[in-house]
């Protein structure tokens, strides 16, 4: 049975990246200093779920990438927190035009502008 192991960004920093999403996640670095495009991996604290990986990379990031990741939360109140608290560590909102009337997420970009959703998932609609 396959199961999803992990989800990799790309990035021109990486130095930079891999402290943002350590710092969202609470994960902890993997290096692989030998690897020519410095290669990490995040991996949770139990050693359990979904890793997330980052690497080197030239080329941008979308403006519409056909593939992110929702975090998710529990509330309303929740969800401005934490997009508050991304912000802080260097993430932006992304003007969206593709919001539906009342969205249950909220579209953010991390220090490398790959954009990822902040869903509530306490929404009616989620």
Not at 17 to 26: I, P, R, T, Y
Not at 82 to 100: H, I
Request: hydrophobic share 35%; net charge negative.
């Amino acid at each position: 049975m396959l199961k999803l192991g992990t989800v990799v960004f790309g990035a021109e920093d990486v130095e930079r990246a891999v402290g943002f999403w350590q710092q969202v996640l609470g994960y902890e670095p993997v290096r692989f200093p030998d690897s020519e495009n410095d290669f990490t991996i995040l991996v949770p604290p139990s050693g359990e779920g979904t890793r997330v990986a980052i690497q080197r990379s030239d080329t941008p990031a979308q403006e519409s990438p056909r593939v992110h990741i929702d975090l998710v939360v529990d509330s309303a109140a929740e969800q401005r927190d934490e997009v508050e608290r991304l912000c802080d560590l260097g993430a932006r909102r992304v003007e969206w035009d593709q919001y539906p009337p009342d969205p249950d997420f909220i579209v953010v970009a991390d220090t490398e502008g790959n954009r990822f959703c902040v869903v509530n998932a306490g929404h009616p609609e989620s």
